[in-house]
């Protein structure tokens, strides 16, 4: 087995919904995963695309965003090492519900439509964790549209970097400083704000100390600070 296999077989052991697959079914689904890396901004698919692959993170970060008429859009999700997106393409052949850009150079592993739908045949039970998956992130979507209607600006951007402090965390990135590698207007639509807006919020925390900005990115000193923003 090579080294980019074995890494491969570690990725999707991380993955709940292949959780149950044995040694083998992991093996054959790893040799046909195909790497993939995306840099910070470029376009996984976009909304109406065909629908024929599924992505695994493998490292980095990625959201998926719909787009009104208007010009205006909104992140749905957002998915991070060992998180699964495009999982509707396992099921119908019908066009992208959303598009998914990386918001960090990204690496993924991408699985074709086919060869996952031969393995749901063999495995029913992955579709029912599928399934699953998806309701889970539809009530997390719903969770928070819900809770940005009733929020302040400063509550939703402090509680979208709190989200990005917990993810880092998570990783294993230990417990110091965040550096978070995102824009003003990326940051703000993951708020649901305007980039004006977050603007001056963020400027606020910088001023108090709690972060510090840059080009295409900021750090956060003290993660604990943000909670005093929410309510």
Same mark, same amino acid.
């Given at each position: 087995?090579?080294?980019?296999? &074995?890494?491969? +077989?570690?990725? %999707?052991?991380?993955?709940?919904?292949?959780?149950?697959?044995?040694?083998?079914?992991?093996?054959?689904?790893? @040799?046909?995963?195909?790497?993939?890396?995306?840099?910070?901004? @470029?376009?996984?698919? =976009?909304? &109406?695309?065909?629908?024929?692959?599924?992505?695994?993170v493998r490292s980095g970060r990625a959201r998926a965003v719909r787009e009104h008429s208007d010009g205006r859009s909104i992140t749905l999700a957002t998915f991070g090492p060992g998180e699964i997106f495009g999982e509707l393409a396992m099921f119908d052949d019908e066009r992208r519900s959303a598009t998914v850009e990386a918001i960090e150079s990204t690496e993924a592993?991408? +699985?074709?439509?086919?060869?996952?739908?031969?393995?749901?045949? =063999?495995?029913?039970? +992955?579709?029912?964790?599928?399934?699953?998956? %998806?309701? =889970?992130? %539809?009530? /997390?979507?719903?969770?928070?549209?819900?809770?940005?209607?009733?929020?302040?600006?400063?509550?939703?951007?402090?509680?979208?970097?709190?989200?990005?402090?917990?993810?880092?965390?998570?990783?294993?990135?230990?417990?110091?400083?965040?550096?978070?590698?995102?824009?003003?207007?990326?940051?703000?639509?993951?708020?649901?704000?305007?980039? /004006?807006?977050?603007? =001056?919020?963020?400027?606020?925390? @910088?001023?108090?100390?709690?972060?510090?900005?840059?080009?295409?990115?900021?750090?956060?000193?003290?993660?604990?600070?943000?909670?005093?923003?929410?309510?």
């Amino acid at each position: 087995m090579s080294a980019t296999s &074995g890494e491969t +077989i570690m990725l %999707l052991h991380r993955v709940p919904v292949f959780s149950a697959l044995g040694d083998d079914d992991l093996n054959r689904l790893a @040799e046909v995963a195909v790497p993939r890396r995306f840099e910070s901004g @470029e376009v996984v698919f =976009r909304e &109406g695309d065909a629908s024929n692959t599924c992505y695994i993170v493998r490292s980095g970060r990625a959201r998926a965003v719909r787009e009104h008429s208007d010009g205006r859009s909104i992140t749905l999700a957002t998915f991070g090492p060992g998180e699964i997106f495009g999982e509707l393409a396992m099921f119908d052949d019908e066009r992208r519900s959303a598009t998914v850009e990386a918001i960090e150079s990204t690496e993924a592993i991408a +699985i074709l439509g086919g060869d996952m739908r031969r393995l749901l045949r =063999r495995h029913p039970d +992955i579709s029912v964790k599928l399934l699953s998956a %998806l309701g =889970r992130r %539809l009530r /997390e979507t719903n969770e928070r549209l819900a809770s940005q209607s009733f929020q302040t600006v400063q509550s939703r951007v402090a509680g979208v970097l709190l989200q990005f402090v917990t993810a880092y965390r998570a990783e294993g990135r230990g417990d110091g400083d965040v550096l978070i590698t995102s824009t003003q207007a990326d940051l703000a639509q993951l708020a649901g704000s305007s980039r /004006e807006s977050a603007s =001056r919020f963020l400027a606020v925390l @910088e001023r108090a100390g709690v972060i510090t900005q840059g080009r295409g990115k900021l750090t956060v000193h003290d993660p604990e600070a943000l909670t005093r923003y929410m309510y």
